[in-house]
T-cell receptor, first 110, second 111 residues
């Protein structure tokens, strides 16, 4: 059974810092990996999707990497802003479903 | 763009009552999913539908039934609600290999 772990569970940084969120998974036979953002009381917003054949994806200030052999993914956020404050979820995809980590709650202080 | 629409947004039930959560997507996706989100447990898959006319169990299907009414709509039914089913329920849709897109959720309390 796939297990997904996100460390740290919570992170607080001052505005402008570059930061890295970590995700690890136990079964390297994955289909894809997806990063989401969730604001309090809201649904999930898809940020980046990395297919199993890819090493990284970029969107604006976000860059996600994937290393299947080591079972790891990182989400890099450049020049963080208070509006980036949210919970970030990593989800590992099989052909049929996603398995989610518990998330990293990010607070960016003005 | 509506995306994935869930109704209702909030609901309070008494133990033993039944209800149906509705989900509709306008992105012409083949696959649809129902998840529940609980503190400390993360998101867990209840049921999914790979295409119109097919449904399969996920990680936590007990106490739930689903119907893929057509390509757009995928409903989740609680036949006899229990307090353990108090949760936030999310519907999602995707194309094969593509990102999953989520609705805003239904917050369900069972007394």
């Amino acid at each position: 059974k796939q297990e997904v772990t996100q460390i740290p569970a919570a992170l607080s940084v001052p505005e402008g810092e570059n930061l890295v969120l970590n995700c690890s998974f136990t079964d390297s036979a994955i289909y894809n990996l997806q990063w989401f953002r969730q604001d309090p009381g809201k649904g999930l917003t898809s940020l980046l999707l990395i297919q199993s054949s890819q090493r990284e994806q970029t969107s604006g200030r976000l860059n996600a990497s994937l290393d299947k052999s080591s079972g790891r993914s990182t989400l890099y956020i450049a020049a963080s802003q208070p509006g980036d404050s949210a919970t970030y979820l990593c989800a590992v995809g099989s052909a049929r479903q996603l398995t989610f980590g518990s998330g990293t709650q990010l607070t960016v202080l003005p | 763009n509506a995306g994935v629409t869930q109704t209702p947004k909030f609901q309070v039930l008494k133990t033993g009552q039944s209800m149906t959560l509705q989900c509709a997507q306008d992105m012409n996706h083949n696959s649809m999913y129902w998840y529940r989100q609980d503190p400390g447990m993360g998101l867990r898959l209840i049921y999914y539908s790979a295409s119109e006319g097919t449904t399969d169990k996920g990680e936590v299907p007990n106490g739930y039934n689903v119907s893929r009414l057509n390509k757009r709509e995928f409903s989740l039914r609680l036949e006899s609600a229990a307090p353990s089913q108090t949760s936030v329920y999310f519907c999602a849709s995707s194309e094969v290999g593509g990102p999953q897109h989520f609705g805003d959720g239904t917050r369900l309390s069972i007394l």
